[in-house]
């Protein structure tokens, strides 16, 4: 079973940028995609920013694009989730994700196919 620790979230206020880490356990860290999610009281939880297993390949929600970076370090066992420019919209509990699926090249958006980390709240002011 895979365990997923996010860390990094906070207040910021409109404009600021936050670098969310999140660091996996319990299997070979390398060998899955990873993702963020996120998540506002009433709303479903939504895709943000997805990479496949090598790293190559990296896959944003519209709203995101050009603003939030995805990374991975996978001697650290860790992804990262760099957000610039942060906005008042941005507010919501931020999940780390473990894709269920090896070798997966494209990350996935469906969140069926995601082991979870306990979320981390980013609150961004305007």
């Known amino acids: 079973q895979v365990q997923l620790v996010e860390s990094g979230g906070g207040l910021a206020q409109a404009g600021d940028s936050l670098r969310l880490s999140c660091v996996a356990s319990?299997?070979?860290?390398?060998?899955?995609?990873m993702g963020w999610f996120r998540q506002d009281p009433g709303k479903e939880r939504e895709f943000v920013a997805g990479?496949?297993?090598?790293?190559?390949?990296?896959y944003y929600a519209d709203s995101v694009k050009g603003r939030f970076t995805i990374s991975r370090d996978n001697a650290k066992n860790t992804v990262y989730l760099q957000m610039n420019s942060l906005k008042p919209e941005d507010t919501a509990v931020y999940y780390c994700?473990?894709?269920?699926?090896?070798?997966?090249?494209?990350?996935?958006?469906?969140?069926?196919?995601?082991?979870w980390g306990q979320g981390t709240q980013v609150t961004v002011s305007s």
């Open positions: 990479i496949g297993w090598r790293g190559t390949r990296t």
């Open positions: 319990g299997r070979t860290f390398s060998s899955y995609a």
């Open positions: 994700a473990a894709d269920r699926t090896a070798y997966r090249v494209v990350p996935t958006i469906g969140r069926q196919e995601y082991y």
